[in-house]
């Protein structure tokens, strides 16, 4: 039995030839450059095809398919558990949907181009953008709080690490509507859920958590304007992959103070409530947003994976409120998952501002993990019947078999050609079958066939329509 690959979701950074090598090796510096194409070069079509796929993209052959189908199950069936319903958007959207003021990593690293009626349009990064739109233009039809999941693939131009992809899949679950933090509190209950159900302990992992109110409160302390506490949160989120005194320098080039400055890195290296509180207070919508989702986390009982890192900020501009981030507790991962409450979204869309909170969690961080602890599934390939005329004339004989069966929701593997026995019980094992019917020209004319059961070797007749 063939353990999947996992193949497609590991498939090396390198290119695998010259015509796959990454021409544009650098993320997009730029708006401008992010979309500048190479000159069009004239295809050879002399030359064979490369077969490899595009740097950092996957191809999915049948042992990887199932083992993300595997993973996709499980996305779905926590979302459900939870009360969600399926949603999907395109993956081609317009680029003004992705534009936002603040200096994001994300903007740099779109894949974006204008399509042949002179439209900006770009593969979507993420899927909240979508997620936003939709919503305004369903508006007053949909019945509010909104709770949707999604799982659908992203495109990111990306320096490729342990992974981190061009593309990847993201599950999404979000609540529209929701002012408060049982949102957030249930949205976390579900990941721990998911992680749970795939064999992932809190030892495994974690979820950091914390609020940029927390840093909100901090910055209004020194009249920091809003324009520039976006930023800052971005910049922040650059903690730990750039230096000090590059993060310090960049916090300067948007007008921070000194003072504000190492008051904030101060506060970022908070790691326990009592402290933050001590800083900042007790009373404060930071503070008490956060008291109240450590209460729930108890009330759900996942607090063992859950503790305050102020540090926490994430990358995306639209975050107004609580944020989270999923970890690995061996430091070796990047993010496993994030997500956080973004109340002004709707807004910088000309829309009214809605109550919003959710998270992405992508398919390739994951496997990883779970490859790292060994707990990766085997998802075996199994096609319970395996149908075969032992004569060439019982063809259509073996095509009736097959569709009684399948008519009956059997799944059937039909033996199309004139195939030795050998090749066929080599096939049964393949497949895992556990049955192999065989028609023969003896029983088929008594309307009969030969089932042998394949674990046990045990071996009947029975009538073609009494097959179950
Ligand atoms: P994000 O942190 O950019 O958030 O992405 C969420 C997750 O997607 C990451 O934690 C990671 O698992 C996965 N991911 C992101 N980029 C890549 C990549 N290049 N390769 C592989 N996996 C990746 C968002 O996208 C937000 N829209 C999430 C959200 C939903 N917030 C509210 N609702």
């Avoid at 990766?376 to 009736?400: F, Y």
Wanted: net charge neutral; with cysteine.
């Amino acid at each position: 039995m063939a353990p999947a690959t996992v193949d497609a979701f590991m498939a090396p950074a390198t290119p695998l030839s010259a015509d796959n090598s990454d021409v544009n090796a650098t993320p997009h510096a730029s708006r401008s450059s992010s979309v500048s194409s190479p000159p069009y070069q004239a295809v050879d079509y002399s030359q064979k095809i490369d077969v490899n796929p595009r740097k950092g993209t996957r191809d999915f052959p049948p042992e990887d398919m199932r083992l993300r189908n595997w993973l996709f199950q499980n996305f779905r069936e926590v979302s459900q558990l939870f009360g969600f319903e399926e949603v999907d958007y395109p993956i081609l959207e317009s680029e003004a949907l992705y534009i936002r003021k603040g200096g994001e990593e994300i903007r740099d690293q779109i894949y974006c181009f204008e399509d042949r009626g002179n439209r900006r349009v770009a593969l979507r990064p993420e899927l909240t953008p979508s997620l936003a739109r939709l919503v305004m233009q369903k508006g007053q039809s949909l019945s509010y709080p909104i709770k949707w999941y999604a799982i659908g693939q992203c495109w990111r131009y990306e320096n490729m690490t342990r992974g981190r992809r061009r593309e990847h899949y993201q599950w999404n679950m979000d609540i529209i509507g929701v002012p408060d933090v049982t949102g957030e509190a249930e949205l976390i209950s579900s990941i721990v859920t998911f992680f749970k159900r795939i064999g992932i302990t809190a030892k495994d992992v974690g979820i950091k958590i914390s609020s940029r109110k927390v840093l909100q409160e901090v910055m209004s302390l020194y009249s920091v304007p809003e324009t520039s506490f976006t930023k800052a949160c971005i910049i922040i989120d650059k903690m730990g992959k750039i230096t000090i005194e590059e993060l310090k320098k960049e916090l300067k080039s948007i007008e921070l103070s000194n003072d504000a400055i190492e008051n904030l890195l101060q506060v970022l290296s908070i790691k326990s409530f009592t402290e933050l509180e001590e800083k900042l207070g007790g009373t404060g919508e930071a503070i008490n947003e956060l008291k109240q989702l450590f209460s729930l986390a108890e009330k759900f009982g996942y607090s063992e994976w859950i503790q305050f890192d102020a540090s926490v900020v994430r990358g995306l501009a639209y975050y107004t409120g609580i944020v989270f981030e999923g970890f690995d507790r061996e430091g070796k991962l990047r993010a496993v998952c994030g997500g956080g409450r973004y109340d002004r979204l709707f807004s910088t869309f000309g829309g009214d501002d809605l109550p919003a909170c959710g998270f992405g969690f992508g398919d390739a961080v994951i496997i990883e993990l779970l490859k790292e602890r060994r707990l990766l599934p085997e998802v075996p390939l199994e096609i319970e019947n395996i149908v075969c005329s032992l004569d060439p004339d019982l063809k259509g004989a073996a095509a009736r078999v097959a569709s009684v069966l399948r008519g009956k929701g059997r799944c059937v593997d039909l033996v199309l050609e004139n195939k030795p026995l050998k090749w066929v019980f080599k096939r049964a094992a393949r497949i895992n079958a556990r049955r192999l019917i065989l028609v023969g020209s003896a029983e088929w004319e008594k309307g009969m066939v030969v089932v042998k059961i394949l674990s046990s070797g045990e071996q009947y007749q029975v009538n073609v329509d009494e097959l179950e």
